[in-house]
């Protein structure tokens, strides 16, 4: 069966990095876009970054963009955030998903598949 599995979320402090990982298994990768969501307490999940089957074509939340860099590597069907200038605005659950179809996205239901989130907590 297809399984996302992330990874590199931490407890950081406001402005420091972290880079998260989401490797998938179960499905050809390269055929499909990615993204990542994230979910703060309290409120509903949202949509973080995108990139294309190819990796040639990505996509941001204004909130993120400048900050955080969405790439992927077909080679490892792995898919990397990496995120910059961190804020405590940017404490959530994060998760990746895998693409009904190659191109990106911004829209949850164009994603079939979830990984189960890894923590990232902002200190301020």
């Known amino acids: 069966q297809v399984q996302l599995v992330e990874s590199g979320g931490g407890l950081v402090q406001a402005g420091d990095s972290l880079r998260l990982s989401c490797a998938v298994s179960?499905?050809?990768?390269?055929?499909?876009?990615m993204g990542w969501f994230r979910q703060a307490p309290g409120k509903e999940r949202e949509f973080v970054a995108t990139?294309?089957?190819?990796?040639?074509?990505?996509y941001y939340a204004d909130s993120v963009k400048g900050r955080f860099t969405i790439t992927r590597d077909n080679a490892k069907n792995t898919v990397y955030l990496q995120m910059n200038s961190l804020k405590p605005e940017d404490t959530a659950v994060y998760y990746c998903?895998?693409?009904?179809?190659?191109?990106?996205?911004?829209?949850?239901?164009?994603?079939?598949?979830w990984g189960q989130g890894t923590q990232v907590t902002v200190s301020s």
């Open positions: 998903a895998s693409g009904d179809y190659g191109g990106r996205s911004t829209r949850e239901y164009d994603y079939n598949y």
């Open positions: 990139i294309s089957w190819s990796g040639t074509s990505t």
């Open positions: 179960g499905r050809t990768f390269s055929n499909y876009a």
